[in-house]
Nanobody
Framework: VQLQASGGGLVQPGGALRLSCAAPAVIFRVYAMGWYRQAPGKQRELVARIGSDGSINYADSVKGRFTISRDNAKNTMYLQMNGLKPEDTAVYSC?????????WGQGTLVTVSS
């Protein structure tokens, strides 16, 4: 199973980016979809997750700035990131989770720097 992530890049502090992650329909319909990130020298952390029922949770560090959403018609998940800070710099990876099963997309680098 392959998840296709895109949308990373270089942005100035205060700027915005939108990440996308496409998944096979059979996965997207059932699995919770999420974004993780890993900064240099740090552990990977959950940024945001959206369930197949639309339930959402965010890391405290991104609440009020990031918005996760899913388009069930396109089998695609999005992460709208506003008010980006240098500490948001990391490799962002999309994830599909269902009980003990996880699938991952390739990481996309987000760099927040002036």
């Amino acid at each position: 199973v392959q998840l296709q992530a895109s949308g990373g890049g270089l942005v100035q502090p205060g700027g915005a980016l939108r990440l996308s992650c496409a998944a096979p329909a059979v996965i997207f319909r059932v699995y919770a979809m999420g974004w993780y990130r890993q900064a240099p020298g740090k552990q990977r952390e959950l940024v945001a997750r959206i369930g197949s029922d639309g339930s959402i949770n965010y890391a405290d560090s991104v609440k009020g700035r990031f918005t996760i959403s899913r388009d069930n018609a396109k089998n695609t998940m999005y992460l709208q990131m506003n008010g980006l800070k240098p500490e948001d710099t990391a490799v962002y990876s999309c994830n599909a989770h269902y009980y003990s099963r996880d699938f991952w997309g390739q990481g996309t680098l987000v760099t927040v720097s002036s």
